[in-house]
Each structure stands twice: as C-alpha cells, then as structure tokens.
C-alpha cells in the first residue's frame, strides 16, 4: 500500500511539471490578438510616409518648375510679332541633332511612301481635263481651218469656172458679130460688084478691128482666102495694121 501511494504521488508531480512547461511555452507563443494589433501598426507607419511623399511629388515639384520657367530659363526659340503686317515668324535652332536628322530622313521616307493626298488627285484631274480640252480645240481649230481652206477652193473654182465660161461666151459673141459684118460686107460688095465691074487688080486699106480673116470673107466670101492675101502681100503672119494697104489679087 505505501507502494502504491507513492506510485500516485510521483505521477501528480510529473502531471504538475507537464502544465508548468506548458503554461511556460504559451507565454512565450503570441497570441491572434497581439499578432493582429502588430500587424495593424506598420499600415500607420507606411500612411505616415506616403503623405509627405505625395505632398512632395504634386506640389513642391510643380513649384519649383514654374520658378524655375519664370526666372531662370530662358528659351532658344524666339517668337517676333509684326503688328503692320499682321504676321508671326518664329526662329529656331536651324542645326538639329543626329537623332533629328535620323527622324527627319525617316519622315522623308514615309511621306515619300505615302500615297498622293486628295489635293494631288484633284489637280492631276483638273490637268487632264484642260489638256483634253486644249487638245480638242485644236483638233476643232485645224477641222474649221481644213474646211474653209477647202471653201475658198472651192469658191475660187467657181470664180475661175465662172471667169472662163463668160471669156468663152464673150468670144463666142465677138466671132459672132465678126462673121455676121463680114457677110454684111459681102453681100454690100456683091452689089456694087454687080453695078460696077471689078478692075483686073484690087487693093484694101485696113480699117480699125479689121482681120485678114475677116477681109478674106467680105472679098471672096470664104476664110480660106487668107493665105492667098498673104501669099500677095509677102506676108509671114496674120498680123495688120490700121492704114495698110492689102492687094487682093
């Protein structure tokens, strides 16, 4: 029995040391709540910092920059105003960069890939439009200048057949009236023939507009006569003059 009582006795003190250090280790474990209340504090400390940060971006910065423009820089470009002209010109640093250079000839490049603006389009078909009319009023211009070149032609064809027909009709006439005087002159001279009998030898004296065609008619009724005039008078044409004196043999 006093075995079995000390037995007891030694199993409560182990029981009562096991508690001990089990009180101990959760003294030294945190808790949710203190591990929630270290973890709410760091929020406060971040809030605190990013305040004067914000404050130092958005206004001490803009600050500074517009002192900065309005006392201290002073820009290259220079901007003049002509009042009496009403015109703005405005001087830049002619003398660009290698980048800008790079960029300009890049610029060049694209806008020489660029398809032609609207403008371009409008003014090549404007271009078209005048050459056609131009062209067509040239071809308009040689048409009427054909048609009345071919007009006068024709007009002074007409003029020309004209002019003959009447030269024609007025020699028809002249011949005409040439051989009705010399049958006049015939029949007169068969008369007087037939009161007064003609001398062995003949002569005539050229009158104005006389032929020796015409005289070979009056005479002896016939133009063949005239060779037989001329044969008397030595005569190598047909040519006469007023006054000259013909035998007529």
């Given amino acids: ?41 760091k929020p406060k400390k971040n809030r605190n910092f990013l305040l004067p940060s914000l404050f130092f971006i958005f206004i001490l910065i803009p600050v500074s920059i517009l002192i900065y423009v309005a006392f201290v820089y002073e820009p290259d470009d ?8 009403n015109e703005v010109s405005v001087e830049t640093n002619t003398s660009p960069s290698g980048s800008d250079q ?21 003014a090549e078909e404007n271009a078209a439009k005048e050459a056609a009319a131009k062209k067509k009023a040239e071809q308009e211009k040689v048409a009427k200048e054909k048609a ?3 007009q ?38 068969e008369e007087a023939e037939k009161k007064d009998p003609p001398a062995s030898q003949r002569t005539h004296t050229v009158q104005a507009s006389e032929t020796l065609y015409r005289i070979a008619v009056n005479y002896y009724g016939s ?3 005239v060779d ?5 008078n030595g005569l190598t044409s047909n040519e006469i003059s007023v006054g000259q004196t013909l035998i007529l043999p």
């Fill in 223 to 225: 133009g063949d006569a």
């Fill in 152 to 189: 006068a032609a024709k007009e002074q064809a007409e003029k020309e057949q004209a002019a003959k027909e009447q030269a024609a009709k007025e020699q028809a006439e002249r011949e005409a009236a040439e051989r009705a005087q010399a049958e006049k002159e015939a029949r007169e001279r």
């Fill in 78 to 85: 220079m901007l003049q105003t002509s009042a009496n002209e």
């Fill in 1 to 41: 029995m006093g075995q079995s009582t000390m037995g007891k006795q030694k199993q409560r003190e182990m029981n009562h040391s096991q508690l001990q250090g089990s009180a101990s280790d959760n003294r030294h474990v945190p808790s949710r709540v203190a591990k929630r209340n270290s973890s709410g504090k």
């Fill in 148 to 150: 009345e070149k071919e």
């Fill in 102 to 122: 790079v960029v300009t000839e890049d610029d060049e490049e694209q806008e020489e890939t660029k398809p032609k603006p609207e403008a371009d389009a409008v």
């Fill in 228 to 232: 037989k005039i001329k044969a008397a």
